[in-house]
């Protein structure tokens, strides 16, 4: 069992940067593929990207490629989502969240068996 706790959400001008912190707690980080998933008002969960045990395997939604990165850092228990070049269209919770999966980049919510509590990011025009 993994426990997930999300931090650095806040308020940005568009064109800005903000990088979000996840922190792990429970059974071996580095067994797990880690993912961020975001939720506007009204709409539904969406994915944003994943990043497989080893970190070589990374994949991201075609809305935020070139503009978010993914890593993590087994040793600290720590993934993170830099994002750069934000819009007001990424405003939203941002989750994150740990499945299982043996293999692959899972992109559905039901593929995650652990989530965080989510933290807000607003980006204004």
């Known amino acids: 069992q993994v426990q997930l706790v999300e931090s650095g959400g806040g308020l940005v001008l568009a064109g800005g940067s903000l990088r979000l912190s996840c922190a792990a707690s429970?059974?071996?980080?580095?067994?797990?593929?880690m993912g961020w998933f975001r939720q506007a008002p009204g709409k539904e969960r969406e994915f944003v990207g994943c990043?497989?045990?080893?970190?070589?395997?990374?994949y991201y939604a075609d809305s935020v490629k070139g503009r978010f990165t993914i890593s993590r850092d087994d040793a600290k228990n720590t993934v993170y989502l830099q994002m750069n070049s934000l819009k007001p269209e990424d405003t939203a919770v941002y989750y994150c969240?740990?499945?299982?999966?043996?293999?692959?980049?899972?992109?559905?919510?039901?593929?995650?068996?652990?989530w965080g509590q989510g933290t807000q990011v607003t980006v204004s025009s």
């Open positions: 990043i497989t045990w080893s970190g070589s395997n990374i």
């Open positions: 969240a740990a499945s299982g999966k043996a293999w692959g980049t899972p992109h559905l919510v039901y593929e995650y068996d652990y």
């Open positions: 429970g059974r071996s980080f580095s067994r797990y593929i």
